[in-house]
């Protein structure tokens, strides 16, 4: 008498194996991560301009990653992009596609050009404010450069000319304290333009020859 019990469950468990196998080959690729472009891997995140959660530990069999943790960035030398922080009077004259220079504090003497892009308004700290964010692309980086890494930023903004100056530390609040006639001083309300970080153009609200009062509300 033939007996096919044993044929069958035999097949079943081959097919279940297969079946298995195929299972694990479809998550094998679920967890291989390939880079887009060529470059350098660096452990960690980027977050502020300094690297954090740079373990290389993190990545040994067995260990256990939280989600949405980043625990490697690919970066290709030479190509890289900067940001810089504002102040409220710079965050709004500076223009997409205007010309830059960098300097690396680690060169200094290999300065590269970059390009303005867009001001971002970022929300920051706690309680929230918020801060002028601007992203500069790097034409020729030295190829040196690595993330994190810090420079010295020059807008090429243009000249101005004819145009009415004011030490910018003699704005509060958008007003500057003039002293008038019998010597008293009064607050004036000013319009302003734009700011190398040490003078501020005074558009309107202040005539040439008023005299300007420093450390005085």
């Known amino acids: 008498m033939l007996r096919t019990g044993g044929a069958s469950g035999a097949r079943i468990a081959v097919e279940q194996a297969e079946e298995k196998q195929a299972d694990l080959k479809s998550d094998l690729e679920l967890f291989t991560v390939r880079s887009p472009v060529d470059g350098v891997v660096v452990y960690g995140q980027l977050t502020d301009g300094a690297w954090q959660g740079g373990d290389a530990r993190t990545m040994r069999p067995d260990e256990k990653l939280a989600s949405g943790q980043t625990v490697m960035r690919v970066f290709t030398s ?3 992009k ?18 830059a220079k960098v300097t690396p504090a680690a060169f200094p003497l290999v300065p590269c050009d970059a390009v303005c892009g ?15 964010q601007l992203p500069l692309t790097l034409v020729n980086a030295d ?14 903004s243009g000249k101005l000319q004819n145009v009415l ?14 002293r008038v006639k019998d010597g008293s001083t009064q607050q004036r309300d000013v319009v302003v333009g734009k700011s ?9 609200g202040l005539a040439e020859g008023e005299e300007v009062v420093i450390g005085k509300k």
């Open 118 to 132: 867009v001001v971002g308004i970022v929300p920051k700290g706690n309680p929230p404010s918020f801060s002028f």
């Open 78 to 80: 030479g190509r890289m």
């Open 196 to 204: 190398d970080g040490l003078q501020v153009e005074i558009r309107s």
């Open 165 to 178: 100056l004011v030490p910018i530390g003699a704005m509060s609040d958008g007003k500057v304290t003039v």
């Open 143 to 156: 190829p040196r450069l690595l993330p994190g890494m810090k420079a010295t930023v020059k807008i090429e």
């Open 82 to 99: 900067m940001e810089v922080g504002l102040s409220e009077a710079q965050g709004y004259w500076i223009e997409p596609g205007l010309k």
